[in-house]
C-alpha cells in the first residue's frame, strides 16, 4: 500500500520505521510546505516524489493512502481533503480539534467510501487488548488512575521567551489534546463515555495548557486522569477494582500490564509486541481497508468522537 507522508518531524520518523516492519507498506510521497524540507526527509527515506500542494499529492496517483502528523489544527481539513480524492487516511492523535471537525470527518468517510482511522496507538497493542479480555477479573471496576506528565524540552524554550508549536494554542496543541488524549482514550475504550465530566486546566501565557486534570463520572466508578508537559511522574497507571488492581506501566504505550489481587497472588496480562508499538496502528489500518471497511472495529469512528467531546 503507498503511503503519503504529511508532516516531517519526529513521531513520523518513528512512524515510517515501525510501519518498514510490515510488508504491505511503501511510501509513494512526502508532502511538506517547504520543497528543500520535503526534499531532505524523502531522500532519507528513498523517495522521489515531494509535493508542496496537497491537491495534487491527492490527485496525482502516487499513493493509496496517506498517515496526517501535521499540527492538530490542520488534521480536519487535509483527511476531507484526502477523502474527498479517494485516499484513505491514518491521522495522529488527536483526530481533529472539535467535535464538529469530527462529524464532518465522518460524513467525508460515508461519503467517499474511504478508511478513516485515528491513529491511537497505545490501544491496538496486544497487551492493551488483552487487559480489555481481562478486565472483569478484579471485579466491579471503582477508579481509574491514568496519567502521562512529561516535562517537555520546549518548556525550556518557553521560559526563555521562545514559543514553539508545541505551547500554540491555534495550532490545537497543549498537555490535554498531545498527553491528556492518552489518559482519556483507554478509558472510553474500556467503559464508554462517561456521566459527565470535571475538569481543571493550568493555562501558560499563550493560553496553551500546561497541564490539567480531569474527573470522568460513571455509575458506581470514577476515571481521574492527570497530564503534564511542565512536570514528570513514573508512577504506573492503576485501574482499581473490588478483587483487584491492574498496573500499566505506560497508558501511552502500555507493554507490562499486571494483576495484583486481594489475596496476594498477581497475574500477568503482558503479551509480548514483537513489533514497535506503532506497527500495530499501521497494520489495524492496512487490514481495515483491503477489507473494505471505513473505521477499525477497535478504534472507531464513535470512540474518536466521544473522546473528542471530552477533550474540548
Not at 197 to 221: E, P, R
Not at 227 to 251: A, V
Request: one cysteine or more; a negative charge.
Amino acid at each position: 500500500m503507498r503511503f503519503g507522508i504529511i508532516g516531517t518531524n519526529w513521531i513520523t520518523d518513528r512512524f515510517i520505521k515501525a510501519a518498514k516492519q510490515h510488508p504491505e507498506f511503501t511510501i509513494g510521497a512526502v508532502y511538506s510546505r517547504s520543497t528543500e524540507t520535503g526534499s531532505a526527509f524523502a531522500e532519507k527515506y528513498g523517495v522521489e516524489k515531494v509535493y508542496t500542494d496537497l491537491t495534487a499529492l491527492f490527485s496525482s496517483g502516487d499513493i493509496d493512502a496517506v498517515y496526517i502528523a501535521s499540527p492538530n489544527a490542520f488534521h480536519a481539513e487535509q483527511s476531507i481533503l484526502a477523502m474527498e480524492h479517494g485516499i484513505h487516511v491514518l491521522c495522529e492523535k488527536p483526530a481533529v480539534t472539535s467535535v464538529e471537525e469530527m462529524d464532518r470527518v465522518i460524513k467525508a468517510s460515508r461519503l467517499h467510501n474511504t478508511t478513516f482511522m485515528e491513529a491511537m496507538k497505545s490501544t491496538v497493542t496486544p497487551s492493551f487488548l488483552n487487559l480489555k479480555k481481562n478486565l472483569d477479573k478484579i471485579g466491579p471496576v471503582r477508579r481509574f488512575v491514568f496519567h502521562y506528565n512529561q516535562y517537555s524540552s520546549r518548556y525550556d524554550n518557553y521560559k526563555n521567551g521562545i514559543i514553539e508549536n508545541a505551547f500554540k494554542p491555534e495550532l490545537g496543541n497543549g498537555a490535554k489534546m498531545d498527553l491528556g488524549v492518552y489518559g482519556i482514550a483507554p478509558v472510553v475504550h474500556l467503559v464508554g463515555a462517561p456521566e459527565s465530566a470535571w475538569k481543571n486546566d493550568y493555562l501558560l501565557s499563550t493560553g496553551a495548557d500546561g497541564q490539567g486534570s480531569m474527573i470522568l463520572n460513571y455509575n458506581g466508578m470514577e476515571a481521574i486522569i492527570m497530564y503534564s508537559k511542565i512536570s514528570d511522574s513514573f508512577l504506573p497507571s492503576e485501574i482499581q477494582g473490588e478483587n483487584g488492581t491492574i498496573q500499566i506501566d505506560r497508558i501511552s504505550d502500555p507493554k507490562n500490564i499486571t494483576i495484583s489481587y486481594r489475596d496476594g497472588r498477581t497475574e500477568d496480562l503482558s503479551v509480548a509486541h514483537e513489533f514497535d508499538t506503532m506497527y500495530y496502528e499501521l497494520a489495524e489500518f492496512i487490514d481495515c481497508v483491503k477489507n473494505g471497511q471505513l473505521e477499525s472495529s477497535i478504534n472507531t469512528h464513535a470512540i474518536s468522537r466521544e473522546v473528542m467531546e471530552l477533550l474540548v
